[in-house]
């Protein structure tokens, strides 16, 4: 208990000196602390002390600044490459960022657990809400399965833009992105969807593919865990009831994992809940 008591102390003194950080320190304060602290010392934390999430407006932007910041970056890197013949994006994706998120290249290999547990021999469209301008998913499905539609669902028209610029460049002619809320789409042509960790808000369009998409839908939700959850929604913590978790991947040092869902009584055998 004395130590839960000193962990809050040392996040509410990182929570508080907020203004005289930039976004990139204030995330990176709080994810080293979440890493000291461990990551079911984080969730206990918040559990018990439901008033630290006044905190996530603010916090939330400034994570998203933070990737912004990164996506400005890696992007112009990655569009400024001149290619001789075919090239993959794990081949141009940025190796490492001054900034402090996952780079490009290490987002793309962070998927591999994604891949030992999702079937995708009968999936004939993919889709991943929240693609961003860097859909580093989308081209893992790409390099990873033949799935002959893969698209990209943003409510930001820049992200689009350059997520289309990047496919074209790369002559992934099996990926689009669209500029279209999550909520709104119609998935009854998708097998595969993938909710992104900042889509917002994130419940509200996982019950949108419960509500549209055929009965043996498989689902992955990029989740917070510990105190990623001060800037990221969770829709597993409340689940459309029509669906149920299958399975998890492990936690990743930026407090995320994916979490594999199916529907009630119908869940593929691609995970296993632990």
Known sequence: MLKTSSWKEDLERVLESSQGRNPTELINAIRDLGIAMGHDAGEALLDSHAELFSYQPALTEAFGKMVH???????????????????????????KTSIGVLSSKDAYNRLNEVFDHVDFRDCRRAVMVGCGGRPFTMFRIHDEAAVPEIVGLDIVPEAVETANRLAAKLGYDRIRAELCDGR????????????????????????????????????????PYSLGRLWAESAE??????????????????????????????????????
């Open 69 to 95: 910041a990164q996506d400005v970056a890696e992007i112009r890197q990655m569009l400024g490459q001149d290619l001789k013949g075919l090239a993959s994006f794990e081949q141009i994706a940025a190796r």
């Open 184 to 223: 709104d789409y119609d998935y009854c042509e998708a097998q595969f969807v993938y909710v992104a960790s900042m889509v917002s808000p994130k419940a509200a369009v996982v019950s949108r593919i419960a509500d549209t998409a055929p009965e043996n839908v498989q689902i992955v939700l990029w989740e």
């Open 237 to 274: 913590r409340t689940l459309d009831p029509r669906l149920e978790v299958t399975g998890r991947t492990s936690i990743s040092q930026n407090m995320t994992r994916d979490v594999f869902v199916g529907r009630k009584g119908l869940s593929a055998s691609y995970g296993r809940a632990r």
